[in-house]
């Protein structure tokens, strides 16, 4: 059976249990906050981390649970723990691995929030320090791992120039030095990349985006091999903050799934074809995106990835960021928003309203266009580029 193949079947059924639930293909939605016992002694003995054992929804929930194990199947891991958004999931790695006076190495270029919540939490409160490398380098993560380095932060490809990190090699480093190492993995999904197959410890993924698939939920999951790392995030960092999924929001992650497999590999076909598009503009100075030949990195593209996701950038022959600003103003089709991953197509000037510092940092410019290619067919998408390139 071939990888996909085998996905299919995660995407499909793992975790669905049809004789449980009454034979319906569809699991319920198990609204309830906690789970009553005739005896004490079988409250007592419940262990949360074992299947079907449940006691309050602040800990477990059987239809979070669903989609844990379809997770966690599809990266490979050995437990998945799920979130009331990626920034919930996010925090908890970084709790769950470190801890007051912990070095953390962090690719620049990786969402701006994370920087935020380094930057400004755990360095003040915690006396935590970051060190911001490209990722590309593996000699500048060599020199600049330190006694006190307890975890690396990375995300490939990172979703403003699409950079592209050797995880393979990195993760060799963190075993070798004795650090975790921590991926968003958002972008590509397990259908185009499987990070701790190459290596790295926990995986996260924003369900908001290509895992739900319909705009219409807020979300987080972490993914490791670790079995007893993956207990300890479950029973302290998200029992103990209270960020556990809602099981609605899980039923409908559950419900994206289903179709994720075959949504990727359209909107892989739709992004190739915009991309190559925008590269045969005489506007353009730039095009970022993993699937095009000119990809700076592309072997390691295809030695890691075996797609690519519809979510680019682009810079225009211009220095002027307002021409930015008009020219996602004049399309039709893309919305203006800042998320993406669900049926409707964005377009957007990410770092518009970032400080110089922030551009300097990841060597960019304000006027960079992030635009996510949606469900709406590319020969629209095209021609909705194409008729604001004309009033250029």
Known sequence: MTDREQDLLILEHTGDEY?????????????????SFKTFEEYRDVDIFQEDQYVYGRDSNPTVSILERKAAALEHGSRAVAFSSGMAA????????????SHILCMKDVYMPVKRFLNDYVIPKFGMSVTYVSGEDMQEIEDAVCEQTDLMILES????????????????????????????????TPIFQKPLDLGIDICMHTMSKYFGGHSDIIGGILISKDEQLMRTIMSQERE????????????????????LDVRMHEYQRIG???????????????????????????????????????????????????????????????????SWGGFESLALCPL??????????????????RIYCGLEGSENLTADLEQSFKEL
């Open 19 to 35: 004789d449980k639930y009454m034979n319906a293909v569809v699991p319920p939605v198990f609204m309830n906050s906690l789970h």
């Open 272 to 338: 190739i074809a915009v991309a190559k598009f925008l590269e045969k503009q005489d506007k353009i100075r730039k095009v970022y995106y993993t699937g095009l030949d000119s990809h700076p990195q592309a072997d390691l593209i295809r030695r890691q990835q075996t797609g690519h996701s519809s979510l680019m950038s682009f810079e225009l022959d211009t220095e002027d960021p307002e021409v930015s600003v008009r020219f996602i103003n004049r399309l039709k089709i893309f919305g203006k928003g800042c």
């Open 90 to 101: 996010f925090s908890a790695a970084v709790m769950a691995t470190c801890k007051a006076g």
């Open 240 to 259: 103990l903050f209270g960020g556990i999924l809602g099981p609605m929001e899980a039923w409908l992650v559950i419900r994206g799934l289903r179709t």
């Open 352 to 369: 518009y309203k970032e400080p110089e510092q922030a551009l300097e940092l990841i060597g960019q410019r304000k006027g960079l266009i």
């Open 157 to 188: 490809p990172a979703t403003f120039v699409f950079r592209v990190a050797d995880l393979k090699a990195i993760a060799e480093i963190a075993h070798r030095r004795g650090f975790k190492t921590y991926i968003d993995n958002t972008c590509l």
